[in-house]
């Protein structure tokens, strides 16, 4: 249980400067050996109203190497924000390795914030507060440190400091509406403060009454938790579970299509041209409704998957979509959490985005390849699923592709490709080489979807040994995603 109660002495001015120097030596140090860490450090400032955030935020910048601190101030929510999901302005900020950020209105606070405001229900903030102790979860698991302060004053503080700028154009009058509610933000600050403190990310409240005591209790919280961090050899996680399935298991490892199976190719063309024409009526009515689409297409090498995608996108506007490749992290997006470079892409609403390859390489080629260690893609899945559904919470349509092949048929394409001068360059060893872990991969996937497959993102596995039925089939999954989606929709309008 948080208490904001916290004592808040007064200390001399010339013991406050003795502290400050050795405080100020011991935190550029630290910083300087975070910069030799391959994880970063992520700060969060919150608390209540006048209780001093932003100049203790301003102390810690001139107390610590400025050039290797950022400062990620929020204010309410811009327009572009507001076309996001919740928590992709503060992912989109995420400091990669080594480096050291500081949060001034953060994800909690934000929450609180617009549960005063009448913004967002109860209910909601509680579902919110699940999702915070998801988000930081995913981070301290990667190794990264979070601290987190709140800055707390009573109510006669808050008075008197209103009283100082009320004549002052420094004063708001938000802030009367803060005084006059303030029994009321107290107790949802505090009921809000006890679901997201956790064993490995709990809230450190400091009184905010007097500055000196503020500023170093803040700075000796982050010194104390930075010597911690910087000593352990490997950094801790949570117990990595992956999650019960939530689908039928599939059987990947499929035979060779019977060549009595072929569809008819003048009959899969006519429906795939009906099938395009309705996809590009729906994508209009998409846009309106202000609905964003995220599409992730994976799939065995030479599957078709870039196939797919071009007919997909044919008939529609060129403004409506984008197709984002997934190749090899940069050695900035290796820098981050590996969903990071995902949220940073996501459309926004009424857009809609395809990822060629996606952040399910954490749970195939990364694990199949020991990229990632057990633990990592273990804990992936329960990550992913989180993911998603903060998506679709933001009323995304979310659609998940396999593209399967057997093992015969792609051997037969490789083959093809070499002969075929235009193709030759989509073949390299390394896609022999992937055909020597098939089994491998057929394991993988099978555990990929029947733990990621729900129902507000499920996947659709489309056999491509028939290139043309396969494009039929993902358009028409498209198609009757996208009905479903505009008569809930209308439904609720």
Partial sequence: MISLSQPAPKIPKEEYKARVRDLRAELLQLQQQVRHRNKPVIIVIAG???????????????????????????????????????????WRDLPGAGQIAIYLRDWTSTSIVQYLNGEIDAEKLRRRESYIRNFEQKHTDDGALMIKCWLHI????????????????????????????????????????????THRNHWHVVNGADDRHRNLQVAEIIKIQLQQWLAQDTPQSSESIAPLPVAPRPAINMAPESSDNKPDKSDAKTRLKKLQTKLRKLTFQLRERNIPVVMAF???????????????????????????????????????????????????????????????????????EGFASETEWLRAYKEINDFEEQLTIHNSVVLKFWLNISNQEQLQRFQDREQTPYKQYKITDEDYRNRERWDDYVTAVEDMIERTSTPHAPWTVVSTDFKDRARVQVLETVVNAFKARLKVDSATD
Avoid at 156 to 184: G, I
Avoid at 306 to 330: E, S
């Fill in 298 to 368: 994976e799939g065995w090498d030479a599957a078709g998957k870039g196939g797919a995608i071009r007919r997909l996108v044919a008939p529609l506007d060129a403004g409506f979509y984008r197709i984002k490749p997934i190749a090899k992290p940069t050695e900035e997006e290796y820098a981050h959490h590996y969903l990071w470079r995902f949220w940073r892409d996501i459309p926004q609403n009424g857009q809609m985005t395809l990822f060629d390859r996606s952040w399910y390489g954490r749970v195939l080629v990364e694990r199949v």
């Fill in 154 to 197: 009573g109510e006669d503080v808050l008075r008197e400091r209103l009283a100082e700028v009320r004549d002052t154009p420094y004063f708001d009058v938000k802030d009367e509406l803060a005084l006059k509610n303030y029994p009321h933000a107290i107790e949802a600050i505090q009921n809000t403060l006890n679901a997201t403190s």
């Fill in 48 to 90: 209540d109203d006048r209780s001093g955030r932003h100049e203790t935020i301003n102390t810690l910048s001139a107390w610590m190497d400025p050039r290797f601190l950022s400062v990620n101030a929020y204010g309410p929510s811009q327009y572009e924000d507001d076309r996001k999901p919740f928590f992709w302005r503060f």
